[in-house]
């Protein structure tokens, strides 16, 4: 009984834990530099990425091994059913010249049994193996870059959107509550026949389609939000919420321009290109390596009258030399084919610094025209608001008619919408203004 009681306080424990666990979870907002984090550490793209780091790695690895000294074991057993036969010429046994006699030597049983050790002096091919290696690694850690920059680009957009619409619905239900007291004002009204049946079908109206807006914004907030979980790698059921209040400097960003990770990958290219071309080239030249065999050689009879199997040892060493004098014409093509390869790749790089540079002054123009839209946003809403105001004063006066009220509510939610996309404008301008100046990753 005393342990019953034990485990269903315990169950209790871990109950309330978890409630408390998902409770936090729950009312937990996550900050663009934490969407960040996560998806830095959790994304699925990225992931590859690094595995293709790994793979390379090994690569490079794999291609110093080409140097190293290698030692192999051989086992060699044959058994002739019919000994090998060798043609002696007959004056050896005062036969006439040129003539020969067929005799077998040998016996069945032969068996080889050595070490075999291999030791590389200079192999131009392996050198520049090492080197295309050592290229392809830094190559993929510049691929590494280039995806993690697109996950903090595709991460801060998905959040500004979140955020956009988020406060969309935050306005959508203060102008459902707004319309919720005008039709109560407007009804009172009606009931005292000092308006038309019409003025409350107007606020119904209203009201059908901020629950309309409301709907599609919500499902938007929920699509956005799923896709943003995507690229944090975390499971889709659990529940994320994001900051509202956007943040935003008043001040003009300006930013040290850098090489993107587009012309870093280019200029490594190029490095791995000529890599590629050396080797080529260094093809003809000749190899060296040290070699040595120790082992035994066994020779076996069983049948007749001397039954024997003898083994004798064996060993040498040497050095040995490997060179291709001709292979065709194939090496050159190859030659040609890397040099126009090293041509375009060049062409390509001229053509990246040329766009960078547009881009950049596209991009600080961008953000320059958003912040000055959102200052004019700002007065508007401001103005916006107060117009409304009034109008609603004005309106229970008897001086404005429910028209002028609609009106002035339209211009007020037109002037709201109007003020969140010039904040995501400008965000988004920046971003776009450290992807191109090579600052993206500053986000982090």
């Known amino acids: 009984m005393l342990v019953n009681t034990h485990l269903l306080k315990l169950k209790l424990l871990m109950v309330l834990t978890i409630l408390i666990f998902t409770t936090n979870s729950e009312a937990q907002n996550w900050s663009l530099k934490q969407c960040i984090d996560t998806a830095l550490?959790?994304?699925k793209?990225?992931?590859?990425?690094?595995?293709?780091?790994e793979i390379a790695n090994e690569r490079n690895k794999e291609a110093k091994g080409g140097l190293v000294p290698k030692l192999y074991?051989?086992?060699?057993?044959?058994?002739?059913?019919?000994?090998?036969?060798?043609?002696?010429p007959a004056s050896?046994?005062?036969?006439?010249?040129?003539?020969?006699?067929?005799?077998?030597?040998?016996?069945?049983?032969?068996?080889?049994?050595?070490?075999?050790?291999?030791v590389p002096l200079y192999n131009p091919q392996a050198i520049g193996a090492i080197t295309i290696s050592k290229r392809a690694k830094e190559l993929n850690q510049i691929q590494f870059q280039q995806t993690e920059e697109q996950v903090v680009f595709d991460v801060s957009n998905l959040y500004y959107n979140a955020q956009l619409v988020s406060n969309q619905i935050v306005f959508i239900k203060n102008g459902l509550s707004n319309s919720e007291k005008l039709l109560s004002n407007i009804q009172l009204l009606y009931s005292q026949q000092?308006?038309?049946?019409?003025?409350?079908?107007?606020?119904?109206?209203?009201?059908?389609?901020?629950n309309t807006q409301l709907s599609k914004a919500n499902a938007q907030y929920k699509q956005i939000i799923n896709l943003l979980k995507l690229q944090l790698g975390i499971t889709?059921?659990?529940?994320?919420?994001?900051?509202?209040?956007?943040?935003?400097?008043?001040?003009?960003?300006?930013?040290?321009s850098k090489p993107t990770s587009d012309i870093l990958l280019f200029n490594t290219k190029e490095l791995l290109l000529k890599s590629e071309l050396k080797t080529l080239k260094l093809s003809h030249l000749p190899s060296f390596s040290l070699y040595g065999t120790y082992g035994t050689t066994g020779f076996g009879n069983y049948s007749g009258t001397n039954d024997f199997f003898k083994t004798y040892p064996i060993g040498f060493a040497g050095v040995k030399m490997s060179w291709m004098i001709f292979s065709g014409t194939t090496l050159e093509h190859k030659v040609f084919q890397k040099r126009e390869e090293i041509k375009q790749n060049t062409t390509r790089l001229?053509?990246?610094?040329?766009?960078?540079?547009?881009?950049?002054?596209?991009?600080?123009m961008q953000y320059?025209?958003?912040?000055?839209?959102?200052?004019?946003?700002?007065?508007?809403?401001?103005?916006?608001?107060?117009?409304?105001?009034?109008?609603?004063?004005?309106q229970k006066e008897g001086v404005a008619s429910l028209t002028d009220v609609l009106l002035s509510d339209n211009t007020q939610k037109e002037a709201q919408q109007n003020y969140l996309s010039a904040l995501v404008d400008v965000m988004k301008a920046d971003l776009e203004l450290k992807k191109v100046s090579g600052n993206i990753l500053k986000t982090k």
Request: aromatic share 8%; hydrophobic share 35%.
């Open 41 to 43: 550490v959790h994304n």
């Open 45 to 53: 793209s990225l992931k590859i990425a690094q595995g293709d780091i």
């Open 73 to 88: 074991g051989n086992v060699d057993y044959r058994y002739y059913t019919d000994l090998p036969y060798q043609l002696l």
């Open 92 to 118: 050896v046994f005062g036969g006439p010249a040129g003539v020969y006699k067929e005799a077998q030597f040998g016996v069945p049983h032969n068996l080889n049994a050595n070490l075999t050790l291999d």
């Open 194 to 210: 000092m308006v038309k049946g019409t003025d409350v079908d107007k606020i119904k109206l209203q009201q059908s389609q901020l």
């Open 236 to 256: 889709p059921t659990r529940p994320i919420t994001i900051e509202e209040t956007f943040s935003t400097s008043s001040e003009v960003v300006k930013y040290t």
């Open 350 to 364: 001229e053509l990246l610094n040329d766009k960078q540079n547009v881009q950049i002054e596209n991009a600080q």
């Open 368 to 394: 320059e025209v958003a912040s000055s839209n959102l200052l004019n946003a700002k007065s508007q809403l401001t103005l916006a608001e107060t117009i409304y105001s009034k109008t609603l004063i004005q």
